[in-house]
């Protein structure tokens, strides 16, 4: 009978710790939400970063391809194969032998306080035009 008595007295005092530890865990969560939140955030944010490079890669290529084939409408070109809400600039300039685009997007940040250079690409093409620059 004694040993039950030392048993229960045991077991007691585990259920009054267990008591006092109540909420340990949420506080703990709630404290890791902030870096999580952080992390993810910067994935997207290279997500984006990368996507709009690839986009200004796009608008250089293009430009470059239709100014070389039809003069005068490559930068139009180099605008339109992106999507109109990134608001891409395209420089265009043109020797006897080739074409160059030379396209520029502004990356914004979803993160405060991360300044970000626009995404610029250059694409060269060689010039089809018969009547030269």
């Not at 909420?23 to 910067?42: D, K, M, N, S």
């Not at 100014?67 to 999507?83: C, H, I, M, T």
């Not at 990356?107 to 010039?127: E, K, Q, R």
Request: with cysteine; hydrophobic share 45%.
């Amino acid at each position: 009978m004694r040993g039950t008595r030392r048993g229960a007295a045991r077991d007691g005092a585990a259920r009054d710790g267990a008591a006092q530890d109540r909420g340990q865990v949420a506080l703990e969560y709630i404290g890791f939400i902030p870096i999580l939140l952080f992390v993810a955030l910067c994935g997207i944010q290279l997500g984006w970063v990368g996507y709009v490079h690839q986009q200004a890669e796009t608008a250089a290529r293009t430009a470059a391809r239709v100014e070389a084939r039809k003069p005068g409408a490559g930068q139009a070109a180099g605008v339109a194969a992106v999507k109109s809400s990134l608001g891409a600039r395209v420089m265009l300039s043109k020797t006897a032998d080739a074409v160059t685009a030379t396209a520029s997007i502004d990356v914004t940040s979803i993160i405060p306080g991360l300044g970000l250079d626009p995404a610029t690409a250059t694409a060269v093409m060689p010039n089809d035009d018969p009547k030269g620059p």
